[in-house]
């Protein structure tokens, strides 16, 4: 069975901790996207990446940064914790080309900052 | 940008129907994906539709109108384990394969 791991399901840090969210795809997928949900406000993206190494904003990057050094493994970091950060955090991947067939979502991480 | 909309929340009766819209405002409009999300658990696929018309999976069917930015999920014979959040999603084809979200409708599916 395929599958998006994410490291953690639940997760409380302090303010201006640095966090590290991972996530881990086995499907050889090239795509990898972290997205924040938030009642009433969706999904939102926050930073992308087509291929090892790359990396693009999304709509809400700020306080964030990514990471991906090795195809399957796509790392969210937060520099410095805030309140204003408590979320659920998913990742997704699919694969690269012209028809990609929609995402595969990890398992999401309840983060909560105090 | 993208603007997706969809209604917040929908409350129906076991064993009836009930039609999720959701409306959206794109350029390179590349599909539309409809998923499930049980509370506090990933989102799963259940359609896609990238031509107009009416796509039939068991109890789930989904429509797209294309040249009027419109698409619907159709639940039959509704059972308790549907109360769910429905996402609406689109792909646009500038940005490679990368969905944007509507915010979500929540059904609460009643005895």
């Known amino acids: 069975d395929v599958k998006v791991t994410q490291s953690s399901r639940y997760l409380v840090k302090r303010t201006g901790e640095k966090v590290f969210l991972e996530c881990v795809q086995d499907?050889?997928?090239?795509?990898m996207f972290w997205y924040r949900q938030d009642p009433g406000l969706g999904l939102r993206l926050i930073y992308f990446s087509y291929d090892v190494k790359m990396k693009e904003k999304g709509d809400i990057p700020e306080g964030y940064s990514v990471s991906r050094e090795k195809k399957e493994r796509f790392s969210l970091i937060l520099e410095s914790a805030s309140t204003n950060q408590t979320s659920m955090y998913l990742c997704?991947?699919?694969?690269?080309?012209?028809?990609?067939?929609?995402?595969?979502f990890g398992s999401g991480t309840r983060l909560t900052v105090v | 940008g993208q603007n997706i909309d969809q209604p917040t929340e929908m409350t129906a009766t076991e064993g009836a129907i009930v039609q999720i819209n959701c409306t959206y405002q794109?350029?390179?409009?590349?599909?539309l994906f409809w998923y499930q999300q049980h509370a506090g658990e990933a989102p799963t696929f259940l359609s896609y539709?990238?031509?107009?018309g009416l796509e039939e999976k068991g109890r789930f069917s989904s429509f797209l109108s294309r040249s009027k930015g419109y698409s619907y999920l159709l639940l039959k014979e509704l059972q308790m384990k549907d109360s769910a959040s429905y996402l609406c999603a689109v792909r646009v084809r500038d940005a490679g394969n990368m969905l944007t979200f509507g915010g979500g409708t929540r059904l609460m599916v009643k005895p």
């Open positions: 539709n990238v031509l107009d």
């Open positions: 997704a991947s699919n694969k690269g080309g012209g028809l990609g067939y929609g995402y595969t």
């Open positions: 794109t350029s390179g409009f590349n599909g």
């Open positions: 499907m050889d997928h090239e795509n």
